[in-house]
Each structure stands twice: as C-alpha cells, then as structure tokens.
T-cell receptor
Framework: AQKITQTQPGMFVQEKEAVTLDCTYD???????LFWYKQPSSGEMIFLIY??????QNATEGRYSLNFQKARKSANLVISASQLGDSAMYFC???????????????FGKGTKLSVKP | KAGVTQTPRYLIKTRGQQVTLSCSPI?????VSWYQQTPGQGLQFLFE???????NKGNFPGRFSGRQFSNSRSEMNVSTLELGDSALYLC??????????????FGPGTRLLVL
C-alpha cells in the first residue's frame, strides 16, 4: 500500500488565484514529519514547508501553508496568489519516526504537476 | 551559507562501467541521504549516512554503495552499470532542530545516462 498518495497528477490554476494540492499519508507511527517539495524542470528539489506530527498549528511559509488534518491523515499544500514561477512538480513526503524522533528516510508521493496560466 | 552541492552534474557511462557521485552537505549538517529519481519509479530512497555510518538503507541491489567522510561529504558508487540505472540522483542533507523538527535540503542532482 502506498504511504503517500497524491491523487492529482496534474492541475491548472489561474495566475493570482489560490490552489490546493492534495496529499494523504499512511503511518502507524505517532512521531512523523511531513514535507512538501517543489521540483522545477531543472530537477532541483526545493524545500517548501514542514509539518511535525505533534505541531498543533498548521505550518506556514510565505505563500505556502500546510492544511494538516491529523485524524484524516491529510497534509494538503495551499499556495496563495499563484505566480507563473510556481509551475513545477510538487511532491509530498513523509519521514516516519522509526528511530525515535527525526530519523528515517523520506517517502515520496508520485507528485502533482502544477501549471499556472497567465 | 552554501547549499548542498553535487558533482558531477551530468554523466554519461556505458553498461558495465562503474560510477562515483559526490555530495557535499550544508555546513553543520551531519546526515546525508541519497535518492534515485526515475520517471517510472519516482523518488526512491537509497541510503542515509550519519557521522560516517550508514544509518538506513533502501531496497537497492548491492551494486549501489556509499560512504561518508569525517567532513560529512558523501559519495555513492554504482558498479556494473545497467541501462535501468539511468536516473537523476539526488543528495539531501538534514538538520534536526529539535524533536520532530527537521528540514532536508536537496542538492541539484546528478543526471546519469547509461548507454
């Protein structure tokens, strides 16, 4: 079974509008971390935002916010005021706390390709 | 502060050859992880090193190996290259700020093409 599910292979959004990219995860660990990365066509993975499983407030970083719904095992990324430069692949990832904290590898979803229209 | 650097950025090899990729983490980061990205399999974890010790390993054959030096720089080696090894190889360095608080920063990757 997939541990990270991104159900939207591709999405379009109009410039300056907000967009939500979906991510659901599956883990039995109590301690885990959730990440979102942006990968432009150049290939580099750009860290966007992080949410720890014990964080009660949703993480925010500039135009990025993470809508964390722990009971639903959902960690959706919200991008406000989309820009043309936001066009890229977006990956949701999880790090389980198998070793008692913040260790263990990242497990990635298959990604969502976001295209911002002018 | 400089980011994660990877060398070389591009590489072309033929089947049967071996290759060594290098990764220098962000200063102060002691954990280095390697990932393979292909269109078919997506992003897959290879291994993680911390303080010169392999702490975690993904499901890859023994042809894939790695090591970490005392300055936290890491290398990965692939021996007896196969066509399917063509991929983008990404290195990430990690900083743990506290319990459950962490960031992982990736390098630009090495694009390997096996002919």
């Amino acid at each position: 079974a997939q541990k990270i599910t991104q159900t939207q292979p591709g999405m379009f959004v109009q410039e300056k509008e907000a967009v939500t990219l979906d991510c659901t995860y599956d883990t039995s660990d109590q301690s885990y971390g959730l990440f979102w990365y942006k990968q432009p066509s150049s290939g580099e993975m750009i860290f966007l935002i992080y949410q720890g499983s014990y964080d009660e407030q949703n993480a925010t970083e500039g135009r990025y916010s993470l809508n964390f719904q722990k009971a639903r095992k959902s960690a959706n990324l919200v991008i406000s005021a989309s820009q043309l430069g936001d066009s890229a692949m977006y990956f949701c990832a999880m790090r389980e706390g198998r070793y008692g904290g913040s260790q263990g590898n990242l497990i990635f979803g298959k990604g969502t390709k976001l295209s911002v229209k002018p | 502060k400089a980011g994660v650097t990877q060398t070389p950025r591009y590489l072309i090899k033929t089947r049967g050859q071996q290759v060594t990729l290098s990764c220098s983490p962000i200063s102060g980061h002691r954990s280095v992880s390697w990932y393979q990205q292909t269109p078919g399999q997506g992003l897959q974890f290879l291994f993680e090193y911390f303080s010169e010790t392999q702490r975690n390993k993904g499901n890859f054959p023994g042809r894939f190996s790695g090591r970490q030096f005392s300055n936290s720089r890491s290398e990965m080696n692939v021996s007896t290259l196969e066509l399917g090894d063509s991929a983008l190889y990404l290195c990430a360095s990690s900083l743990v700020r506290g319990p459950g608080q962490e960031t992982q920063y990736f390098g630009p990757g090495t694009r390997l093409l096996v002919l």
